[in-house]
């Protein structure tokens, strides 16, 4: 608390007058494309994604909560809205999904929200120098980089908003403000709306020792740089006309989410109390320099609350109006009802919640999405509700007109208690909190399932069967190795350290190619898989080696295999003057001229 009223005393004092040129972001994103490098869907609706970023030279997560009609209108762009989080951003998942119900609040609303996941300290702004082991250039990222992907990938319009808590709500209104034309909204929730009266440059620096050790004069220089100024909401004020502006703060005083202290007018929330002061102040600076400007403002000053995500979480959805308008959306929620065979799984399955759509055409049959998830329907597969993480793996397999078809049933738990399943069509969802969902179908879940399913050796898939890049072919990964599939060769499972000597010749690519049958039991605890060119051996005592089909399998096999006189292999075939040459535990296989010849000791 008393950092937070030395940051409070000074701000009575004059701010500087003179206004700076508007910066313009790096020109580093021209230098390489922005790639999205994983999408992790984590709801039928909310969807992880890793963007490599040219300008900060790491992946940066984002993560996007999807428009209610993303699938009711598949050829439909929608518009965006950034929320920006607070200056002890996680690297983990945004506070307005951790914190707040931004989750639940925009599942019903048809923008796409747009959440950017760490950050710690940054002011989403592009530092001078890298600093505490960050090269933060989150202006560039965010208005240059990730535009692009989202419009061409995520079916995103220009037509954008920003909105963001204490940090990012400084945040919001600066690159508004620097960056013309790039939102039509911006609004800042508790947020410190100058950054140059008496005091403020040390108060920030100090908050951000505290908040991961970053020392400020990477980001902007020293307090007399310009680069303060230039990304100082009040400095920047006249750039902001023409943008619908929401400006809140609290007072301070203990509100509705408060615990009272034993000390009248004053909450157990110390320093969230005086960083509220501390945002109202700078917020009234800011309002009255807009004011003095003719920018129009819709301002919120509550008369209690602290500096906490229960008020910006009210902030949120009490500013939602002012935002759709701006971005051209609805902001009402749309009429709908569940009826038919639907409403009857809806009403046996409360955690659907309420419905967000009508019904709908898909592939195959009609579909209605719900706040929790999604019911399909058809005739003949009947109705079955979709959702959690097994939604989130259908929606990544395409939904119904993905391989998997419709459900033809509920999900389901597994009896070892760690997993869940549900069947569809084509297929089946597995899903443990370890492996995430995965699509099983086809040849391999026949496999997996006359050898045990999950309770089999291979265990739970961990991610979906793809094509082999050189051969045609499929593999797919589980627990405790995959099973690889061929028309010629079907479905086997290759596991264990046979399965490291196979990914280190090159797996399916190497003169061995597809498996041909399981791994068999041999002496002595050994075992073998046979392959199309050869045979992988593998005993306690002489380790996994590789026996290639021709002259030296074929003499091996006249000697007896691992039961005759040489024993298991215990080199792989390496050439020799002339010739070739493999060895054995109890001697030697050469081959020139094509002619075998067996050394024993």
Same mark, same amino acid.
């Given at each position: ?321 002012? *935002? ?67 939604? *989130? ?83 797919? *990964? ?124």
């Amino acid at each position: 608390m008393l950092l937070s009223i030395a940051m409070v005393l000074p701000l009575a004092a004059g701010l500087p007058a003179e206004a700076p040129s508007v910066a313009q972001p790096s020109a580093a994103a021209a230098l390489a494309p922005p790639i999205v490098q994983n999408v992790v869907w984590l709801t039928d609706r909310r969807v992880a994604l890793w963007v490599a970023s040219p300008s900060m030279g790491v992946p940066i997560q984002v993560q996007l909560l999807l428009p209610r009609d993303w699938n009711t209108r598949p050829d439909a762009r929608f518009p965006v809205l950034y929320m920006l989080d607070g200056l002890r951003a996680a690297n983990d998942e945004s506070g307005w999904t951790k914190d707040a119900g931004a989750v639940d609040f925009f599942a019903d609303k048809n923008v796409t929200v747009v959440l950017p996941v760490g950050g710690q300290s940054s002011f989403y702004s592009d530092w001078l120098e890298p600093n505490n082991g960050h090269n933060y250039k989150w202006e560039t990222f965010l208005t240059k980089e990730l535009p692009p992907l989202l419009e061409s990938q995520w079916r995103a319009t220009d037509v954008r908003g920003m909105e963001g808590l204490s940090m990012g709500g400084t945040a919001a209104m600066s690159l508004a403000a620097r960056n013309p034309g790039f939102v039509k909204y911006a609004a800042s929730y508790s947020g410190f709306l100058t950054t140059l009266t008496l005091g403020m440059p040390q108060a920030i620096q100090f908050a951000m020792r505290d908040a991961g050790g970053f020392d400020s004069a990477a980001m902007w220089g020293p307090p007399t740089s310009r680069e303060w100024a230039e990304h100082d909401p009040y400095e920047l004020a006249d750039k902001l006309n023409g943008i619908s502006l929401y400006l809140s703060s609290g007072s301070g005083a203990p509100g509705l989410y408060d615990q009272a202290s034993g000390i009248p007018g004053v909450s157990t929330n110390y320093a969230g109390m005086g960083l509220e002061i501390l945002s109202r102040l700078t917020s009234q600076n800011f309002v009255t320099k807009l004011r003095d400007l003719g920018v129009p403002a819709q301002v919120n000053y509550r008369q209690s609350g602290t500096h906490s995500w229960p008020y910006w979480d009210f902030e949120m959805r009490q500013s939602w109006p002012q *935002a759709a308008g701006a971005l051209g959306v609805d902001p009402g929620k749309l009429a709908c009802e569940a009826g038919g065979a639907i409403g009857a799984v809806v009403a046996a399955n409360g955690w659907l919640g309420e419905c967000v759509t009508g019904e709908y055409q898909v592939s195959g049959g009609v579909a209605q999405d719900f706040k929790g998830g999604r019911v399909f329907f058809s005739p003949s597969s009947g109705a079955h509700t979709v959702g959690g993480a097994i939604g *989130a793996g259908y929606q990544a397999a395409m939904g119904s007109a993905g391989p998997l078809g419709l459900p033809v049933g509920g999900e389901r738990p597994l009896p070892d208690g760690r997993g869940t399943l549900q069947d569809f069509q084509n297929g089946a969802l597995y899903w443990t909190p370890q492996t995430g969902a995965q699509v099983v179908r086809g040849a391999i879940l026949q496999e997996w399932g006359r050898q045990g399913y999950e309770r089999g050796p291979a265990g739970y898939p961990i991610a979906p069967e793809v094509k082999t890049p050189t051969k045609d072919g499929a593999v797919q *990964a589980f627990e405790n190795g995959p099973f690889y599939y061929s028309e010629k060769t079907g479905v086997h499972h290759v596991h264990g350290l046979i399965l490291g000597k196979y990914a280190q010749m090159g797996y399916e690519n190497s003169w061995l190619g597809f498996p041909l049958v399981e791994e068999q039991p041999l002496k002595d605890l050994g075992r073998f898989i046979g392959f199309e060119g050869g045979n992988l051996y593998w005993s306690p005592v002489s380790g996994v080696w590789a026996v290639q089909n021709g002259p030296v399998m074929d003499a091996w096999r006249e000697a007896g295999y691992e039961n005759g006189k040489l024993g298991y292999p215990i080199s792989d075939q390496f050439p020799i003057p002339d010739g070739v040459q493999q060895n054995f535990q109890a001697g030697f296989i050469t081959v020139r001229d094509g002619k075998p010849e067996v050394h024993s000791i």
